[in-house]
């Protein structure tokens, strides 16, 4: 599979379904990663390349153009000197060297488009690589609160099935069979002669005001 072949399927992908559909989402997405950071590595080497034969050209495509222009004054220099037919044989050079330039421009323009498209195709893929990371760390999380909850629950599934709970009950009648005895303490006593006083003036009030 080549370089570009790879960018575009990485770059098409939908990480989010991908993962839906993943059976390890987080086994599944350390591989996207690394494969990404492979192919981001490839590309970038390839795009430094392709800049360095653009610079190579663009330096060839000077010298060519100054050629030209050095093979111009020969000619007219030839002239003046009455010299027709070295003026000939270095206009006959000015042509080739302008035949040069022109397939060095075709290759300049080449050059220029590969390395857009490898400076596109590299930003995109760092924006796919930066998902992905950030699903990996999504992933990391729920992973840690899963099995913290799956412990939790373990835990709770342990209480239930010990002998706490039982002890805790009987505790607890042990304190109601103590409130009960301690409000027997009272049960049954006459009250003191000052309260049954006091009740038979409240009574009294109640036949006046009847």
Known sequence: MGIFTRVRD???????????????????????????????????????????TQKKVER??????????????????????????????ALVEKRRYRQRIETLQKE???????????????????DKLAAAREKQRVLVQRHILAQRRARAQKDIRRIDTSDALVRIEKFENRIEHMEAQADLVNFGRKPPLEDEIDKLGADEDIEKEL
Do not use: F
């Open 60 to 89: 060839e495509l000077g010298e060519v153009e100054g050629r030209v222009d050095d093979w111009a004054h020969k000619a007219q220099v030839a002239v003046e000197k009455g010299r027709e037919d070295l003026a000939r044989e």
């Open 108 to 126: 300049l323009a080449q050059c220029e488009a590969l390395v857009d498209q490898y400076q596109t195709d590299i930003i995109q893929l760092e």
């Open 10 to 52: 990485i770059i098409s992908s939908n990480i989010s379904s991908m993962l839906d559909k993943a059976e390890d989402p987080e086994k599944l997405v350390k591989l996207m990663i690394r494969e990404m950071e492979d192919t981001l590595v490839e590309i970038k080497a390839s795009c430094a390349g392709a800049m360095a």
